[in-house]
T-cell receptor, first 111, second 118 residues
C-alpha cells in the first residue's frame, strides 16, 4: 500500500517554510526523499536509515519517526529552485532494497 | 558520481511493435536496477527489480512476458515492451543501486523514457 503524503499541494512565497509529511501503514526500515521536476527524473535528496534520525543539508532537512511510521521533510527559507513534486520512498521489507513511493506533494514557490 | 543514463529519451511507435529501453550506470557498478512506470501527475510505480545475472522479480500485476527485463552486466539493464499498445504509453524510469542484495542504499534515477504508442 502506498504511503500517503500531505499536503497534496502547497504554494509558497520565496523565503517561506514548508513541511511535507509521509505516513505509512507498514513498518518502515528506511525512508528516502526525492524531488522531481516536470518531465525529469527524481533527484535524490536524502536517506534516513534509523528511527529518530534527523538529517539535513543546506536548508532542507528530514526526520524519521519509526514508531509512528512517518517521516517529515522540512524546507526552510524556500528558494524558487525548490519547486517540484516531492516523493518519499519507503522501504517496508527489510533488506530487499525495494522502495514504495508516496502519493507525492507538489510544491510551487512563487517570487 | 552516480550517473544513470537511459536511451532513448523519447520514442513513438505503432501499436503491436516492440520497444527496447536501455538503462546504464555510467560511473559505478549497479548490482541492482529497478524499473518504474509513471503516469501523468502520479507517483512512481515499481514494475520490477533486476539483479545482474539473474531473472528479474516482477511486482504483482506486471506481466513478465510483456515487459522483458535483462540485466546482462553490472552497468546495463534493458526493458523491452513487447507488442506495445496505447495503454502502455507512459514515462518509464530506471534506477540503479550500488549495493549488493540486502543492503539499503540510494537509488539513482535515469532521466526517463517517454513512450507513446499510437
Amino acid at each position: 500500500q502506498q504511503p500517503v503524503q500531505s499536503p497534496q499541494a502547497v504554494i509558497l512565497r520565496e523565503g517561506e517554510d514548508a513541511v511535507i509529511n509521509c505516513s505509512s501503514s507498514k513498518a518502515l526500515y528506511s525512508v528516502h526523499w526525492y524531488r522531481q521536476k516536470h518531465g525529469e527524473a527524481p533527484v535524490f535528496l536524502m536517506i534516513l536509515l534509523k528511527g529518530g534520525e534527523q538529517k539535513g543539508h543546506d536548508k532542507i532537512s528530514a526526520s524519521f519517526n519509526e514508531k509512528k511510521q512517518q517521516s517529515s521533510l522540512y524546507l526552510t527559507a524556500s528558494q524558487l529552485s525548490y519547486s517540484g513534486t516531492y516523493f518519499c520512498g519507503t522501504e517496508t521489507d527489510f533488506g530487499n532494497e525495494k522502495l514504495t513511493f508516496g502519493t507525492g506533494t507538489r510544491l510551487t514557490i512563487i517570487p | 558520481g552516480a550517473v544513470v543514463s537511459q536511451h532513448p529519451s523519447r520514442v513513438i511507435c505503432k501499436s503491436g511493435t516492440s520497444v527496447k529501453i536501455e538503462c546504464r550506470s555510467l560511473d559505478f557498478q549497479a548490482t541492482t536496477m529497478f524499473w518504474y512506470r509513471q503516469f501523468p501527475k502520479q507517483s512512481l510505480m515499481l514494475m520490477a527489480t533486476s539483479n545482474e545475472g539473474s531473472k528479474a522479480t516482477y511486482e504483482q500485476g506486471v506481466e513478465k512476458d510483456k515487459f522483458l527485463i535483462n540485466h546482462a552486466s553490472l552497468t546495463l539493464s534493458t526493458l523491452t515492451v513487447t507488442s506495445a499498445h496505447p495503454e502502455d504509453s507512459s514515462f518509464y524510469i530506471c534506477s540503479a543501486s550500488r549495493s549488493g542484495r540486502g543492503v539499503t542504499d540510494t537509488q539513482y534515477f535515469g532521466p526517463g523514457t517517454r513512450l507513446t504508442v499510437l
